[in-house]
């Protein structure tokens, strides 16, 4: 069968794989000999946003298809880089490049659903080839319905019969517990703000605290991301400036043992983090500082108050790490350390 494309790039989260994504791969595959399947947001720590890691949604694709058209898909797992498109971009331009050959002639297939579909305008290089919106289904409504309890999620038809097995097993799971209860908390934390005359934007802030090729991390002890790795943090007081209610929330929830006049002596940067999804709880800007204490032993720490475990992390092993943070916090972290 002679095709146009011999490889057709669709980028998206599939969170789940609903029947307007397997729409496109069946529309991709007409016109392409390969479907590189981009499976976004890799490594992030499960949020009601993201609930299932790349393995498990390949293996959740892999099961719609059969094993003839299975050759013709390749998966591939692309990170956020939330404060740059232009290394995200090129992370999908070597993986596109390290398939293909030169000769290869390329398309990039989407639809555009609402603003967040943009960066299927920054691939100038390849055809692109739009796609309907397919009966309205929307992933994030699929998933309310699924963390909220309801049945509803698996009568509505929108899945893929082998999608609704694995929803059905993943019920099971401990984690699913733990998103239900998480949903359950934005959906109140936001109707508590919906009196708002406008919608609220947070303002937090966070430490990055590095001594001695070690960060200072706490644990999470509630919802939103309970159990994540993040970094001491929290929203400031009306009374406060940022830097007092980023050294208040850092005494708070690690205890740290250095004199506050130390900590404040030794804030080397400070950076505003403003990615308008990088909070599951609406929109909330934080600001991070970055305290470069001298090398020396580790000074103890202990969590308390929302953190239930504070300790020093080793720059090492940040990466392997990564699908345990919270919200942005990796992000945040390696923009500091790079500065090292
Ligand atoms: P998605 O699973 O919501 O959607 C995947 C595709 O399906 C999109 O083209 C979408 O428009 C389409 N689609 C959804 N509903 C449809 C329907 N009813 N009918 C037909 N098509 C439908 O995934 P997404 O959120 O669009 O994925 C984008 C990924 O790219 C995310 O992981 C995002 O974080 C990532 N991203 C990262 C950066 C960065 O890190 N700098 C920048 C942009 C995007």
């Not at 969590?303 to 392997?320: F, Q």
């Amino acid at each position: 069968m002679n095709y146009k494309y011999s490889h057709c790039v669709y980028i998206g989260r599939f969170q789940p794989f609903h029947l307007g994504h397997l729409y496109t791969v069946e529309k991709a595959l007409q016109l392409s000999e390969v479907v590189i399947i981009f499976l976004g947001s890799h490594q992030v720590a499960p949020n009601i946003k993201n609930p299932w890691n790349s393995e498990h949604r390949q293996s959740m694709i892999t099961g719609c298809f059969d094993a003839a058209t299975r050759d013709r898909i390749i998966f591939a797992y692309v990170r956020d880089r939330l404060y740059s498109d232009n290394l995200w971009v090129s992370d999908i331009q070597k993986q596109v490049e390290m398939i293909t050959d030169a000769s290869d002639s390329i398309a990039i297939i989407g639809h555009q659903k609402d603003n967040s579909s943009y960066y299927l305008d920054l691939f100038p290089q390849w055809d692109y080839l739009p796609i309907d919106n397919y009966q309205d289904l929307n992933a994030t409504a699929i998933r309310d319905l699924y963390f909220s309890g309801s049945d509803d999620w698996q009568r509505s038809s929108q899945l893929p019969p082998s999608i609704i097995a694995d929803l059905k097993t993943f019920q099971s799971d401990p984690e699913y517990q733990r998103l239900s209860e998480e949903w359950r908390f934005i959906q109140q934390y936001k109707k508590s703000w919906s009196v708002a005359p406008y919608p609220p934007i947070h303002v937090t802030v966070d430490a990055v605290v590095v001594q001695s090729g070690h960060v200072l991390m706490v644990r999470r002890k509630a919802s939103p991301g309970k159990g994540q790795v993040a970094l001491p943090g929290g929203f400031i007081n009306p009374s406060e400036t940022l830097e007092q209610a980023m050294l208040r929330e850092l005494k708070e929830e690690t205890g740290i043992k250095v004199p506050t006049p130390v900590l404040k002596g030794s804030i080397v940067g400070r950076q505003v983090f403003d990615n308008p999804d990088r909070s599951q709880r609406g929109r909330t800007i934080t600001h991070a500082f970055f305290i470069q204490l001298k090398s020396g032993p580790l000074p103890r720490v202990k969590g308390s108050d929302d953190a239930d475990k504070a300790w020093w992390m080793s720059l090492s092993s940040l990466e392997k790490n990564e699908p345990r943070f919270y919200e942005d916090h990796f992000h945040i972290i390696q923009h500091f350390i790079s500065q090292i």
